[in-house]
């Protein structure tokens, strides 16, 4: 079955760490660009961080910048979320997703053409 399977979220406290991890099966994630997003209770989805193939770049969401960090293991067919310095506004349910890899800037695409069914992040005050 072709799917993608997060892991990792959990209940943090503000300034903790979490590492999401996102894992294909039934295709080769090499091929694509990965991109993790998050949905927070009442709010629409929204982009946070994702991976091009091939070295080509990584792109962030302003408002994660400096403080999570994709990554991604061909060889195991995952790629990771690092999220360090965690903050209550970082609550939400997080989401991988593929992309094809046509394109310069993966983050803002509507493209995106498989998606997990996401892991709770919830970081406590």
């Known amino acids: 079955e072709v799917q993608l399977v997060e892991s990792g979220g959990g209940l943090v406290q503000a300034g903790g760490s979490l590492r999401l991890s996102c894992a294909a099966s039934?295709?080769?994630?090499?091929?694509?660009?990965i991109g993790w997003f998050r949905q927070a209770p009442g709010k629409g989805r929204e982009g946070v961080t994702c991976i091009r193939t091939n070295n080509r770049g990584t792109y962030y969401v302003d408002s994660v910048k400096g403080r999570f960090t994709i990554s991604r293991d061909n060889a195991k067919n995952t790629v990771y979320l690092q999220m360090n310095s965690l903050k209550p506004e970082d609550t939400a349910v997080y989401s991988c997703?593929?992309?094809?890899?046509?394109?310069?800037?993966?983050?803002?695409?509507?493209?995106?053409?498989?998606w997990g069914q996401g892991t709770q992040v919830s970081v406590s005050s």
């Open positions: 997703a593929r992309l094809p890899d046509y394109y310069t800037n993966c983050l803002f695409r509507n493209e995106y053409n498989l």
């Open positions: 039934g295709f080769t994630l090499a091929g694509y660009a």
